[in-house]
């Protein structure tokens, strides 16, 4: 709607807000003292930072517009103090809640069980000198919570190079660029050789990393399998299945923690958390080797709990929405760690295996700047 400048339009001039009515008799409102602190001029916005200028609260909350008009594509508001303010009859059609929730609530992720069909598979040529390679691996983290980049050299500083490709790492106590190996040694379950069953990592830092990446450098030996499982998926299982037990993994709050080396790291928070306005997935926080003490819920809600996180538990380890891989040397894997969990099988002998964290700010940045992500998702 609104989006044709040519399309008749009606102005409603109302006490403390303005109709704005399509030809085909959709309005959007506004608020006089929104309209106010929305001005774009040069003088209350900053269009290269996207910041304001305007003190917002020195305006009257009662303010009034002295003129209001549509001029060309625009509407044209003079306010009480002479000052003049512009509006795109386009860029209004998008600001109102009814438009953000549409726009955001756009169907851009893919659920899946087992392996996906359309997981990008980019050429490490492409990925590090086109936006073309870069934006395939954005746009398939985004959809699928995954992506994977072929034909890259074997060493930690090829690591590196790729993973500065999307955005700095992310410095945790693992370092920058970690390696598992046998002479480097943290308590982390990660660091020994058994199996690790599906989860999500840093459920303890006050935000969790947004993307990890694998780098399988050398294995001499057997077993190593990449375990992936979309936990959006096994979300939306529970739901279907027991809205109450969702409704429980979004509201109740547990502690989860790890201790190392003079660091003690700890969080509370919900396992599963929901876009504040649509109610997408945002997030899902599940590992239970970080599970801390249960001191957090009420003992009347302590079985409710158990029981939630016990069909989510279910939903996750259903075999049919594992994906196993073996990962080879000139492949680094990309996920998405605010969505797919990821394990491994146990192994023998030797194996060496490179990555890191890309923190969640900066890849949803690099997205958003590659259009392969609305504004807020």
Known sequence: MFLNAFLYLDLKVSDDHLVITSQDSTAIKFHYFWLRDHCRCPACYNHSTHQRNLD??????????????????????????????????????????????????????????????????????????????????????????????????PTVDFTAKVIARVASPQRTLFGDVWEMKPSEYHEDTAYSNQALKAHTDNTYFTEAAGLQVFHVLEHKGKGGKTLLVDGFRAAQDVKDEDINSFQVLTETSIQAEYLENGQHHALTSPVLHLHPITGKFRQIRYNLYDRSSMNTVPFSKVMEWYQAMGLLTKAVSDRSGEWWLQLRPDQILFVDNWRVLHGRSAFSGTRWVAGGYIARTDFLSRARMAGALPLDD
Do not use: M
């Open 56 to 153: 917002t609260f020195s305006v009257p909350y009662s303010i009034q517009p002295k003129e209001c008009s549509i001029v060309g594509n625009d509407v044209q508001v003079v306010w009480p103090d002479g000052h003049l303010s512009k509006y795109s009859i386009p860029w209004l059609s998008t600001q109102s809640f009814d438009s953000y929730s549409n726009r955001v609530s756009a169907p851009t992720r893919i659920l899946w069980k087992g392996k996906p069909e359309s997981v990008a598979h980019v050429p490490v040529k492409s990925f590090l000198e086109t936006e073309e390679g870069l934006t395939q691996l954005l746009k398939s983290l985004t959809s699928l919570g995954v992506g994977i980049v072929e034909g890259v050299e």
